[in-house]
């Protein structure tokens, strides 16, 4: 997810950039307005004329993570299940994430905690969280029907593996280990193996 | 965790009674030493002299959890390997999370997600994860003995289950999914069967 553009052409493109190296910078808490426009290449007022609320502007930036997921997931070259799954979960979860992206998902992490307080985050994440589940049920069931994959309730196990997959990050970023992602990827790929490719 | 009792006998239980209570009501951002000191059945000046800030008192009170989580731990009854591996299951992340739970769960989110900025709190979530990491293991590696388990790596298995806890509670608490945690331990069920029980 963490691909925004660093030059990006339209003035919300823009916008979503400032904000994306904002929050990296200074976290979910202290991203403000004010921060974003210091990231923000164009003119101060462009900003504060599209967005004056924070909360406004972080619920729409989510929406553009959400689009971008979606325009990059359908322009997929064709793979084989397992080879598709393997590049979706290293997609959402790196095995080696870099500083930037550790940053990143730490700030995601603080706006998922948000949610209570901010529930039109909540729904931008329930969003996202369907797509993702949608596109592993998917793969999976493409390797039921080719027989490369174990006859599984396909979308429970994507729930379980989206699920494995936030359990990762939570474990990892909170604590500062990164390495604990690559970890749980093993073992991920150990369930794949035995409860997903037992067809074989 | 959440088993803060609500009548407590020393200052130290009833100010963390207080914290435990001020967490479910207001969240971690909404939660002020004043508005702990408003559950708090003792003198106000008794609190302050303890705690002028609250990021020292929440500090203490992730230690307080710890605590709590190791002496409960060791005073639990004998049990088999997978019957002690479920009652864990179940502990840290209960099938069917009553509201109070849900919240507390919500504020404990909150608290990993600033562990950026509070490194208190991360020494303290990396103890409890340790802690239970080396119960899961303990637990694991008693069925390896016993031959109720199969012969894997305790310490990487009790890691993921964790990990899978983790995944439980982030996918469904932000997304007020509380069903969510049900399904995911569903599939822990699952792994449990395939990867360990195999032995069997």
Known sequence: ????PESAPST???IMAATYRALCEHGYAGTTISRIAAEFPK????LYYHYEDKDDL?????????????????GKPPQDPPERLDALLEKLAPRDP???QVRFFQALLE??????HEPAYREQ???TDDLIVAELTETIEEGIEDGTFADVDAERTAAFVLSVLYGALDRSIPLDEPAYVARSRDE???YVETVLLAAE
Do not use: G, Y
């Open 1 to 4: 997810m963490p691909e925004v």
């Open 58 to 74: 972080l619920t729409d930036f989510l929406a553009h993570l959400l689009d971008r997921l979606e325009s990059d997931l359908q």
């Open 43 to 46: 003119s101060k007022s462009l």
């Open 111 to 116: 706006m998922r905690a948000q949610t209570f």
């Open 98 to 100: 870099s500083d930037e």
């Open 125 to 127: 994440f329930r969003r």
């Open 12 to 14: 919300e493109d823009a």
């Open 188 to 190: 991920l790929d150990r």
